[in-house]
């Protein structure tokens, strides 16, 4: 086993250092990676563009170059706060081929709420 401490992982793409680690297959292209670096053990979970050894090496050698980033958390934007809060279409659709007007009219009402809501920028 290779234990690097933290300034050095970088380089080990470097100095063409084998990789240690171990993996489970969990379906088509996706693995479970557990491997070890300053002594500590982590675990990462890798979807593989195609099903080699070097791009599952590739994969591991960015996680381990990446351990020190912090995480880029996703901020749902307007858009997608609105998409997750309208109600379903179905509800529209069903209300339009009975004719049911009061539906529509709830409808209108709730997507307008949910745009009212989260108002574009």
């Known amino acids: 086993m290779v234990y690097l401490p933290l300034e050095q992982e970088q380089t080990l793409k470097n100095i063409n250092m084998s990789l240690i680690y171990t993996k489970e297959q969990l379906g088509e292209k996706y693995y479970k990676v557990i491997t070890t ?5 982590h675990t990462f979970h890798c979807i593989v563009a195609n099903d080699t050894q070097e791009d599952l090496d590739e994969l591991v050698q960015w996680n381990i170059d990446n351990l020190n980033t912090p995480p880029v ?3 749902p934007t307007y858009a997608d706060k609105r ?4 109600p ?3 509800e529209y659709l069903d209300a339009v081929v009975k004719g049911d007007q009061e ?3 709830a409808y209108i009402a709730a997507c307008q709420a949910v745009k009212a809501k989260y108002p574009k920028p």
Do not use: H, S
């Not at 998409?83 to 309208?86: D, L, P, R, S």
């Open 37 to 41: 670096v300053n002594g500590t053990e």
């Open 73 to 75: 958390l996703f901020e």
């Open 83 to 86: 998409k997750a809060e309208y």
């Open 88 to 90: 379903p279409m179905e």
């Open 103 to 105: 539906a529509i009219d």
